[in-house]
C-alpha cells in the first residue's frame, strides 16, 4: 500500500495551523512543520507558534530543535524531515506537512540541496575576490571557469553569483553541467503520494487577519520576547534576526524606527511575505491537488 504524505500549505495567516490540526486529529496523524523560523526555541510569539495547548493535541516534528544563536538550514531540515517522516509512518500513524517556507515546502517535491561540497577555503578566495573586484569581478572569474555560459544564473545577484563561482571551483565543472546535473537528481519521498493542499483567502480578508495578527502579536508580549531573545544571542544567527517581526522589532530596539512605526512596518513586510508566497506556490510548486478558499 502506498503511503501518503498529506501536504497543507498557503500564505501566512491564512489558517494552516488550525486546519493540520483538524485534519490530522481525524486522520490519526502527526505533523512535520516546514516552517523555518518555528526550528528555534523561543521564538514564539513572532512565528504564531502553536500554542502548548495546540501542540498537545498533535504530536509535532521540528519546532523547537534549534537554539536561536546556532543557524539551522535546508541541508538541515532536509535531512530532519526524512527521519521524522520515516519514524511516523513506522510507528503506523499519518504525515501531515504544514508550513509556509518556500524551499522547505518545496523540498518535499523537488531537490533543494546541491551535492557539492564548498571547503572553507573555497569560500574564502571567492570573498576576497568579490571584496576587491565586486560583482563584475565575480561574474569574469565564473565566465573564464564556465565557458558554455551561466545557464539560468542571475548575473546581477551577488549572492547567487557567489555560490555559483564557488560550485564551479568546488568541481572543476561548469554551471550549465552543475545545472544539469541537479535538474537530474532524483524527486524526494519518491515513494509516496503525494496530496498537496492549498488554502487560499480573499486578499483583503488576509490583509485584515495580518493585521490583527500583529496586533495581537504586540499584546502578548512581542518585544519582551525580542528582548530575551537578544539576551540569548539572536543577532548572531542572521536567518533568525532577519524573520519578519523579529527584525523590526530589533530595529525598535535600536532606536532605528520608532515604537508608533513597529506594527505598520511588521505589517507592510508581511503582506510582502503573502505576496511572494502566492507566486512561490504558483511557480516553484506543482498545481494543488486541492484549493481550499475561505
Not at 498557503?10 to 489558517?15: E, R, Y
Request: charged share 25%; aromatic share 6%; proline share 5%.
Amino acid at each position: 500500500m502506498t503511503q501518503t504524505l498529506h501536504i497543507i500549505t498557503g500564505p501566512t495567516a491564512v489558517g494552516k495551523t488550525e486546519h493540520a490540526l483538524s485534519y490530522a486529529q481525524k486522520h490519526d496523524a502527526e505533523i512535520v512543520s516546514c516552517d523555518a523560523s518555528l526550528v528555534y526555541r523561543g521564538m514564539n510569539i513572532g512565528t504564531a507558534k502553536p500554542s502548548p495547548e495546540e501542540l498537545a493535541r498533535v504530536p509535532h516534528h521540528l519546532i523547537d530543535v534549534n537554539e536561536v544563536d546556532k543557524p539551522y538550514d535546508i541541508v538541515a531540515y532536509v535531512r530532519d524531515a526524512q527521519a521524522a517522516v520515516k519514524d511516523i509512518f513506522a510507528r503506523g500513524k499519518s504525515v501531515v506537512v504544514t508550513g509556509g517556507s518556500g524551499f522547505y515546502l518545496k523540498s518535499f517535491f523537488a531537490p533543494v540541496i546541491d551535492i557539492v561540497v564548498v571547503s572553507d577555503t573555497i569560500r574564502a578566495q571567492v570573498a576576497d575576490l568579490y571584496e576587491s573586484k565586486g560583482l563584475e569581478g565575480l561574474v569574469a572569474d565564473l565566465g573564464q571557469r564556465s565557458p558554455e555560459g551561466f545557464g539560468n544564473l542571475d548575473r546581477l545577484n551577488p549572492r547567487r553569483v557567489l555560490r555559483a563561482l564557488e560550485r564551479c571551483i568546488a568541481s572543476g565543472k561548469s554551471l550549465p553541467a552543475l545545472q544539469a546535473e541537479f535538474a537530474a537528481r532524483p524527486e524526494p519521498y519518491a515513494d509516496f503520494q503525494k496530496r498537496y493542499v492549498l488554502l487560499e483567502r480573499d486578499a483583503e480578508n488576509l490583509r485584515q487577519r495580518v493585521s490583527r495578527r500583529v496586533e495581537m502579536m504586540l499584546q502578548a508580549g512581542l518585544i519582551e520576547e525580542v528582548e530575551c531573545l537578544r539576551e540569548l544571542g539572536i543577532e548572531s544567527n542572521p536567518s533568525a534576526a532577519a524573520a519578519i517581526g523579529y527584525r523590526e522589532t530589533l530595529s525598535y530596539l535600536k532606536g532605528d524606527i520608532q515604537l508608533k512605526a513597529l506594527a505598520p512596518a511588521i505589517i507592510q513586510n508581511t503582506n510582502h511575505l503573502v505576496k511572494k508566497q502566492r507566486t512561490w506556490f504558483r511557480t516553484q510548486i506543482r498545481r494543488p491537488d486541492e484549493l481550499l478558499t475561505f
